[in-house]
């Protein structure tokens, strides 16, 4: 039998028919496109899986690091630092001025009663965490030249599983505190271990101070913990994460 692609000539050799020639080498040439268009999507596709695994690592890391360091976070406005001296410190001699401080997280805290915080929790500097409570002292420094007033306003940056409900925050001035808590879940106010309600679902409490000057200092000290007389200090907030942010903005420069 011949071959469809091969015919005998007049010597009864077999030729190669041209046109079949030709169509084979059409079809080597579509095969290495196919194949070089096959290479060019496996990298393709191996790129987008490297940039999607990175894309996966880097909300990883975001998410480990605001976990490790949010459960407190003080700021000054950089602005304010850098033209008017408004600072933080962790002491009071403030040798390092910062705009930003970080207070040490708590894991698996369990829920105590405020009646049980130490007596003299606010007089001790920088972190000072219990088993059960988040601790952290501060001072706002006005390390400029000029008399300014200021406003700080502390917010909820992240809350799960409701645990803000059972949450309790001590904010001590200068030695002078304020118990804040979150409006009854029922709605009926005020719990009664609070001295005043959370402002909003977001906003926990806010401060001033005018006529603060050149060299003044205010220290804060930041009590965190959830009280366990709270009817809302359920087991289904086991497990609950929360995050609160502290910011401090000049609002007059004399």
Known sequence: TMSKKSKKNENGEFSVDKDNKV???LELRRTAKEAKRYVILMRVLALLAVILILIVAVAYAISYFYD????????????DMIQQGLALSETPEYNRAEAVLNADIVYDMTNISGNDLPDNIDMVNGSHNGDSFIAYTFYLINSGDDTISYEGEMT??????NV?????????????KTVYGKTKSNGGGMESDCDSE??????VMRTSAEGFESKAKDKYTIVIWLEGNDPDCL?????GTLKLGMDFKIIEST
Do not use: H, M, W
């Open 156 to 161: 909820i940056e992240n809350v799960t599983k």
């Open 68 to 79: 490790k360091f949010g459960s407190f976070t003080v700021k000054v406005n950089k602005y």
């Open 164 to 176: 803000d409900e059972a949450v309790r925050v001590a904010v001590y001035k200068n030695g002078e």
């Open 198 to 203: 959370f402002l909003s679902s977001t906003i």
């Open 23 to 25: 169509i084979d080498v």
């Open 235 to 239: 087991d289904n907030i086991i497990g």
